[in-house]
């Protein structure tokens, strides 16, 4: 059985930086894709970053590029999200996601089959 446990949330002031944790276990990490999507209060879920099956390539919502990181430990089967320069619009609750097989590079949330339970980002101007 797949778990996906997230942490790392918090209070920031904007403009500054946290990290995100997604801590994997139950299948075989390195070979999954991975995904990171948030949901904003009164607003719908949306992707952040994601990195393909394996690792091998990363991608990123247009609002986030430049300022947010994915990357992954397969050692410590953990996925990350480096955030940096934190904005007040960035405030919602993550959500890490995972899948095996293809796509092995999709942004649309439905087509992941594993989700952790979200951690609480909250930027203050």
């Known amino acids: 059985q797949v778990q996906l446990v997230e942490s790392g949330g918090g209070l920031v002031q904007a403009g500054g930086s946290l990290r995100l944790s997604c801590a994997a276990s139950g299948r075989t990490f390195s070979s999954s894709a991975m995904g990171w999507f948030r949901r904003a209060p009164g607003k719908e879920r949306e992707f952040v970053g994601g990195m393909s099956c394996g690792g091998s390539s990363t991608y990123y919502a247009g609002s986030v590029k430049g300022r947010f990181t994915v990357y992954r430990d397969n050692v410590k089967t953990t996925l990350y999200l480096q955030m940096s320069s934190l904005k007040p619009e960035d405030t919602a609750v993550y959500y890490c996601?995972?899948?095996?097989?293809?796509?092995?590079?999709?942004?649309?949330?439905?087509?992941?089959?594993?989700w952790g339970q979200g951690t609480q980002v909250t930027v203050s101007s």
């Open positions: 996601a995972a899948r095996w097989g293809d796509p092995c590079d999709t942004t649309i949330y439905f087509t992941y089959d594993y």
